[in-house]
């Protein structure tokens, strides 16, 4: 009959529809298992990497009969470096799954925003003092917003920090806030070495890192990048980066002044 015709055909098209949408869900599962191994992959081996040079400092130590006193100093001194180190890239994990975890966690509160940055400046002005780096400070006007302090502090350390880091003795980081009825914008501009245009739209990926040896050696862990644009996103933000490769590198924040809570 064409009632039956009309029936096998409905239940033809459901199937159809119905394994599309099956696939396209496991496409979706499929992607983020791959993003969730990748992941657990890097972050293993980001681990390994100051054990390993722990394991041979110690085991050359061990092997050798009489070690003398400035070698047995010397090992010890860049074992400690490698504890640091590890430190680091586990108070920076440690940081970023808390954000992933808290996204829905904001702790809001109307906080003066020039004093939030004064207060990280101050804490990372002996740091620049080192290098001869001048840290300066511009603010336009006074700005209060609806922020989670910890996490907008956590966004602007990174970000000036990286712009000591890779920065010149004798350079420049100028930090400036201004804002208007509906933003404030954040500003972190440095004169260090630039990032390489083909390398500016990774480096906010997780242990993203332009040079793995240099970012190494000066104590990168290629997460606060990461960090700060969790942040950032998470206050309803935006960031983005302008650098010229030898010239310097700006990256610049906009937040709304009112918290907005996610609708879903
Ligand atoms: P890291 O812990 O290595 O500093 P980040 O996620 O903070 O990791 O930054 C990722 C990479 O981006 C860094 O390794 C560095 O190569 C580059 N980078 C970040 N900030 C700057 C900057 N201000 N100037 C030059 N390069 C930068």
Known sequence: SSEGNEL?????LETIRFSEAFNKLIGRFK???????????????????PLTSMKVLADSLLSQEEV????YREFMGDMSE?????????????????????SHDMNIETLDINQIVERILKRLRPIAQKQNIELVFETFRTVEAEVDETKLS????????????????NGWV????????????????????????????????????????HSREIGGTGLGLA??????????????VYSEEGEGTTFTVRIPLKYVASTN
Do not use: C, W
């Open 8 to 12: 096998h055909e409905y239940a033809f």
């Open 68 to 71: 003398p006193a400035e070698l």
């Open 82 to 102: 490698e504890i640091e180190r590890e430190n680091k890239i586990i108070n920076d994990l440690l940081s970023l799954v808390k954000m992933d975890k808290t």
């Open 227 to 240: 960090i700060t644009r969790s942040a950032v996103v998470m206050h309803r933000g935006a960031i983005k």
């Open 31 to 49: 992607v983020l298992d791959e993003t969730r191994q990748e992941f657990v992959s890097n972050v293993s081996h980001e681990l390994k990497t």
């Open 154 to 169: 956590l966004a602007v350390s990174n970000l000036v920090e990286n712009a000591i880091k890779y920065n010149h003795k």
């Open 174 to 213: 100028h930090v400036s806030l201004n804002a208007d009825h509906k933003f404030f914008y954040l500003k972190v501009a440095d004169s260090g070495m630039g990032i390489p245009k083909e390398s500016q739209e990774h480096i906010f990926e997780r242990f993203y890192r332009v040079d793995k040896s």
